[in-house]
């Protein structure tokens, strides 16, 4: 299991066994490692893990408009807890926040 933060350092999900799940535990993408990214739970690019643990949307990726197809619904893993802030790394050039909608 590993917590995942975004650029600011907030708690927005967690991988558990190649598989993301919001902060409430529930399924929200899958790990694609020939690709070396997340995908959402329709098939479409998420976001990668940048400097170890943060996710984000590389604005440039080439799969943007690509469809995986859909991996299936793993379930909720429960709740993991808050870590608490992990601090700022500021702005990443060529990358943004993940859009909240697609982690609740």
Excluded at 56 to 79: A, H, M, P, Q, R
């Amino acid at each position: 299991m590993k917590f995942l933060f975004d650029s600011k350092g907030k708690h927005i999900a967690n991988e558990v066994n190649g598989q993301l799940h919001s902060t409430s535990g529930k399924n929200i993408g899958h790990f694609l490692p020939n690709y070396n990214f997340f995908i959402d739970m329709k098939g479409k690019y998420l976001g990668e893990i940048v400097y170890e643990n943060r996710l984000l949307y590389k604005k440039n990726n080439g799969y943007g408009g690509t469809n995986f197809g859909v991996y299936g619904n793993y379930g909720n893993v429960g709740n993991y807890g808050n870590p608490g802030n992990y601090g700022s790394i500021g702005t990443i050039s060529g990358y943004r926040e993940v859009e909240s909608e697609k982690l609740k």
